[in-house]
T-cell receptor, first 115, second 113 residues
């Protein structure tokens, strides 16, 4: 399977705990994006990387959130001291760069539930 | 800022019916426009796109035309199938920027046999 993969698919945690999600993009894609999607809403942009550089962060990305892409391949998104409002689907996408960035390929998402 | 407004769902149709899902946008420049589809349990997939005014995007029997004068990009299909049941998202991106899409809220389509 050469699509975008995300792990875990589901995560249930207690408020105050830290969680980490992983995204493996399509191998030749330079860009990797993180989005958050809540029920009844479209995906909202969080941050993106071009290779290993984090080029843009949304104001939605509070200081409890951190994302890395250390070798320009897979990426991790960590949420520290989780809150109930963090419950959402976290989506990862990848693309080529330049005009080809118009076509993003999405993973199946990680559904986070904070109790 | 840029925004996308979609008609609320769910849209419920019988198989072989005609589908229209309305989408309008607000943008300061000349955005590219997209429709994405999300099947149950799966990630979003790009369905079609249009990058300039009067362009028509098409794929799998779905079509949408970029209408600059009405700032619209309505999705249509002449004859829907049960397998088209999914959530459809309209989106735009600024081609002069980082290509980060702004999504609408999504419209759920349910097709009955």
């Amino acid at each position: 399977d050469t699509g975008v993969s995300q792990n875990p698919r589901h995560k249930i945690t207690k408020r105050g705990q830290n969680v980490t999600f992983r995204c493996d993009p399509i191998s030749e894609h330079n860009r990797l994006y993180w989005y958050r999607q809540t029920l009844g809403q479209g995906p909202e942009f969080l941050t993106y990387f071009q290779n290993e550089a984090q080029l843009e962060k949304s104001r939605l990305l509070s200081d409890r959130f951190s994302a890395e892409r250390p070798k320009g391949s897979f990426s991790t998104l960590e949420i520290q001291r989780t809150e109930q409002g963090d419950s959402a689907m976290y989506l990862c996408a990848s693309s080529l760069y330049g005009e080809m960035a118009n076509e993003q390929f999405f993973g199946p998402g990680t559904r986070l539930t904070v109790l | 800022g840029d925004s996308v407004t979609q008609m609320e769902g769910p849209v419920t149709l019988s198989e072989e019916a005609f589908l229209t899902i309305n989408c309008t946008y607000t943008a300061t420049g000349y955005p590219s426009l997209f429709w994405y589809v999300q099947y149950p349990g799966e990630g979003l997939q790009l369905l079609l796109k249009a990058t300039k005014a009067d362009d028509k995007g098409s794929n799998k029997g779905f079509e949408a035309t970029y209408r600059k004068e009405t700032t619209s990009f309505h999705l249509e299909k002449g004859s829907v199938q049960v397998s088209d049941s999914a959530v459809y998202f309209c989106a735009l991106s600024d081609p002069g920027g980082s290509y980060i899409p702004t999504f609408g809220r999504g419209t759920s389509l349910i097709v009955h046999p």
